[in-house]
Each structure stands twice: as C-alpha cells, then as structure tokens.
C-alpha cells in the first residue's frame, strides 16, 4: 500500500457531513487537485472548520470531486461538519510513518540494505569448492536452515560447505506419476476410473455407492404400482388404494381419480374385466408431479368387437414410470 501526495491540495464541503458518513463532496473542479488512488493505496485528508473542530480521514477512492473516505484517523474521532469547512492534503503523522520500515529507516534505504545483504549471502553460498571459491573480507553473520556440514579447513585457508536443506511441513509439491483409487491415467491430469456403470437412464433404479462416493452398480427395477381400483358400471368402488372415485363418462369409458399427489410421471393401465373378451384398455399417462390427478380409460375388445360395457367389475391400476 502506498500513500500518496499532492502539493498545494485544498478545498472546502459542498455539502454537510455527519459523523457517519463515508462519502464527501468538495467545491465543485476542485477535486482534480487530489491524488486519485487506486485500491490498495490511500491518501490522508485534513477537515476543519471555524469552531476548531478537526478531523483526519483516510481516502480511499476519488471520483472527480466525490471522495470515499474511512472516518477518525490518526488519533482524531469521526464529527459532524457543515458547508465551507476546510479539506486539506496535510502531512500526518500515519503518512510519514507509511515512509517508514519498522526500524525507522526510510523505504528507500531499507530496500537497498537488504539488496546488499542478499548479494552478500549469495557470494557466500554459491561458492561449490576451494578452487572457485570467493573469500570474504569482512565477518558475515549467515543464517542457514537444515543441516549443514563443515568440513576442517584447507591448507589455503577455505571452509566447503555443505548444504542438505528440506522443506518446510506447510510447503508441499504437486503430485506426480501414474493416479490410482478412484482416479486412472498419470498426474498432474488424471481422469475419473470406470466404474462399470453404463451411461443412461435407469427407472425405479437400484443403486449401489461404494466407499468413495462413486456408483458402482445400477439397475433398473420394475414400476411402481401408486394406485388400483376395483369398480363396476354403477360407479362403484369394490375395492381400492388410493383412489377417491371413479366416473363413468361413456361407453367403456372411466375417469379414475386419485387420492394422493403423483410424483412422477404415470400411466393408468386397464388389466381385466368380468367379460370372457380378450380385453384391451387404453389408458392416459401425466408427466408429473400433479397433485391428486385423474387417469381416463377405455374398456375395448380387442377382437374388433368394439368397447365393453357394461361392467359387472374392472380393475385398473396406476403404474409409476
């Protein structure tokens, strides 16, 4: 983050500020005179006015004359302040102290210290024998991690050093070589291993997830049977599940209507009737979910002998898809 200057930046409120306000507005053209930082650098804003009230704010964002600014700081506690109190750039104390590394010398110099002491640490380290070695003429403090090695010195008065580093328990590296659990092929790009289990839609399916979360088996079982009825040509219901009446609407022809919301698509299928006829029914199917729906039906001879009526009983049943 760095916090930015301008000379000779000053203005005064357009409009009122309250204590809690987050956004000021200065004289109109008055705002170019203000650095315009962008995200994660800053500027400092000194406002007061007659009363001797005082305030530093920390800019944020500038949008022509329009400041974003974080209240109170430096000491100072967020205030209330009218039109024409003075907005000033001022250097503050948190500006300088931004200058500043944590030894109190200034970015610059602290910044070419450390440059020296890495190409000194470097001088030091990559010498890799007594022959090319580079002696130090001054005392170098160097600090090492991991386990070095130092052998006596040599006759022309040079040290080897050894050095076995390893790496620290929060760095680690990428996976390498073939996968293997639920994943197949090598890293870093290994693909998901074939269970076995072929791509498809499975009805009323039986499944089964091994340790992994992966399905390793599936097969398709029979519908369900959601609701069946018993009923004869007078509307009336012998037996049931599930259904709530029946209609006769024609000749041969019935509306079921249940008693339970279907959840998923279905079709009503007309099985048998007391008429020695080889019997055909045909039923209606919904998409579903539908709450409480009705299935019309058409009892036929499937001989050609046209439709079948009437009923002494007929069973229906509503099969799940």
Do not use: C, H
Not at 5 to 13: D, E, G, M, V
Not at 108 to 113: G, H, K, L
Not at 225 to 236: K, R
């Amino acid at each position: 983050m760095a916090v930015l200057f301008t000379n000779q930046a000053s203005s005064s409120l357009a409009q009122p500020i309250a204590a809690t306000d987050t956004v000021l507005n200065v004289l109109p053209g008055t705002g170019a005179l203000f650095p315009e930082p962008v995200t994660p650098d800053v500027f400092y804003l000194t406002i007061f006015d007659a009363n001797s009230n005082i305030e530093i704010v920390e800019v944020t964002a500038r949008n022509i004359d329009t400041f974003t600014v974080v209240r109170g700081q430096d000491g100072t506690s967020a205030q209330a302040f009218g039109v024409g109190a003075e907005v000033e750039l001022r250097v503050t104390a948190a500006g300088l102290n931004s200058k500043l590394d944590i030894n109190g010398k200034a970015a610059s110099a602290a910044a070419a210290d450390t440059a020296t002491t890495a190409n000194t640490a470097t001088t030091a380290t990559t010498a890799t024998s007594a022959a090319s070695a580079t002696r130090l003429t001054a005392p170098f403090q160097l600090n090492l991690t991991g386990d070095v090695t130092a052998p006596a010195v040599g006759v022309d008065g040079s040290v080897p050093i050894t050095l076995q580093t390893t790496l620290a328990p929060s760095i680690s590296t990428p996976p390498s070589g073939p996968a293997g659990g639920s994943l197949s092929g090598t890293f870093p790009d290994p693909g998901i291993a074939a269970s076995g289990v072929g791509a498809g839609v499975y009805e009323n399916p039986t499944i089964t997830v091994g340790a992994d979360g992966r399905v390793t088996q599936a097969t398709s079982g029979t519908p369900d049977v959601l609701a069946w009825a018993i009923f004869n040509s007078l509307n009336q219901i012998l037996a049931s599940k599930n259904v709530s009446s029946v209609q006769r609407t024609g000749n041969g022809l019935y509306t079921i209507n249940t008693a339970v919301s279907i959840q998923k698509g279905a079709y009503a299928v007309p099985t048998s009737d007391n008429s020695s006829e080889d019997v055909y029914g045909l039923g209606e199917g919904i998409a579903g979910p539908v709450t409480n729906p009705s299935f019309n039906i058409q009892f036929s001879n499937r001989g050609g002998g046209g439709t079948l009526d009437p009923l002494t009983w007929a069973f229906v049943q509503i099969i799940g898809a």
